[in-house]
């Protein structure tokens, strides 16, 4: 009997910081793949929940040293023998996509937007793509430093929404806070910032998977019922909307965008605005397995096949709720030793 293939998943924030990576080895395991959890960041919980994964190393911050990184986790997929790997946040995304081909060296395939087609993107924003497809982009400018205090205390628009180049987001109610935010951010490595003012309570995600050749493989669009200052869905619907599909679909065909991606827009007056658009996989990732397409799979046999055939997409109906679980230890008890050095 034939091996299952070995995928690692990158990138494991879970609980207040999560990502979609705790999610994407869900789906894994449903699908009977054998599973590498990538670990990039100390702590990351998302590494700890039950049975989560046949395997698991650490890689190290990508921001804190990337080239590190990249040849840490090369040596862990070849030493596991890994296929593909997926990215748990668009960070990782693009440092897999500026990596490459240096990871194609180890026989990692992976199906990911070029890298320049990604770093246009961060440079240009979304104004570009959208007009080519006709589709709405969310007005947002960029935040100038060191004086980007006065862009705060002069905004009309509240709530604010600060997105980095990395895909963090943040949502601010009033100057001061998007002030502490964007320092934030900053702190956490973010070169660059924009801002821009969502209808508030009215956003939608979808997310799509894309073959090589552009091709619409599956997709998956929920209604985001409740979230939080991150924009991160902790409460979402999946819904069946042909138009937000359409949408998402021509804006990462004008960008040139392949593999997993999420887009985030905002509805106002029956009109839909793209806000973001990131090559990842939505925290939401799990949404789908209860029935339709499961996209992580479908975006692994992609990668490693020549053939994927379209698998349609995820049914509305399906509830998804996001929760974080406090863990207490009492470091004098006999179990404290199994998980405190």
């Known amino acids: 009997m034939k091996a299952p293939l070995t995928v690692a998943v990158v990138g494991l924030e879970d609980g207040p910081e999560s990502c979609a990576g705790p999610g994407l080895l869900a789906a ?13 960041r100390a702590g990351e919980s998302g590494a700890f929940r039950p049975g989560i994964a046949e395997l698991f190393e650490r890689a190290g911050d990508p921001l804190a040293d990337e ?7 090369a040596e862990c997929c070849a030493r596991h023998s890994v296929g593909t790997a997926l990215a748990g946040t668009p960070l990782v995304a693009q440092v897999l996509a500026r990596h490459a ?8 395939k992976l199906l990911l937007p070029a890298s320049a087609d990604l770093e246009r993107l961060r440079e240009r924003g979304l104004t570009e793509p959208c007009s080519a497809a006709q589709v709405a982009a969310l007005p947002s400018s960029p935040v100038p430093e060191p004086a980007f205090a006065a862009s705060f205390l002069h905004s009309r628009a509240w709530p604010l929404v600060l997105l980095d180049e990395h895909g963090a987001r943040r949502r601010a109610l009033d100057a001061l806070e998007a002030l502490r935010l964007a320092r934030a951010l900053r702190e956490r490595g973010a070169r660059q910032l924009r801002m821009a003012s969502p209808a508030p309570r009215s956003l939608f995600e979808v997310c799509l998977v894309l073959a090589r050749s552009g091709a619409l ?13 991150r924009l991160r869905p902790w409460l979402a619907v999946s819904v069946e909307d042909a138009e937000l599909e359409r949408a998402a679909l021509a804006v990462a065909t004008r960008a040139g965008l392949r593999g997993p991606l999420t887009a985030t827009f905002s509805q106002s007056e029956r009109s839909l605005a793209l806000l973001d658009l990131q090559p990842c996989f939505p925290v939401w990732i799990e949404a789908c397995l209860r029935e339709g397409p499961n996209l992580a799979a479908l975006a692994v046999s992609a990668a490693v096949e020549a053939r994927t055939r379209p698998a349609g997409r995820v049914p509305a109906g399906t509830l998804f709720s996001q929760t974080a679980q406090d863990i207490v230890i009492d470091p004098r008890s006999p179990a404290a030793c199994a998980v405190l050095p």
Do not use: W
Not at 217 to 229: F, K, N, Q, T
């Open 28 to 40: 894994l395991g449903r699908a009977g793949l054998r599973r590498l959890a990538v670990a990039c």
């Open 67 to 73: 080239p590190g990184f990249v040849a840490r986790l």
């Open 101 to 108: 081909k240096t990871l194609a060296k180890h026989k990692l």
């Open 217 to 229: 493989l599956g997709s998956c669009a929920v209604r985001v019922l409740e979230d939080d200052e």
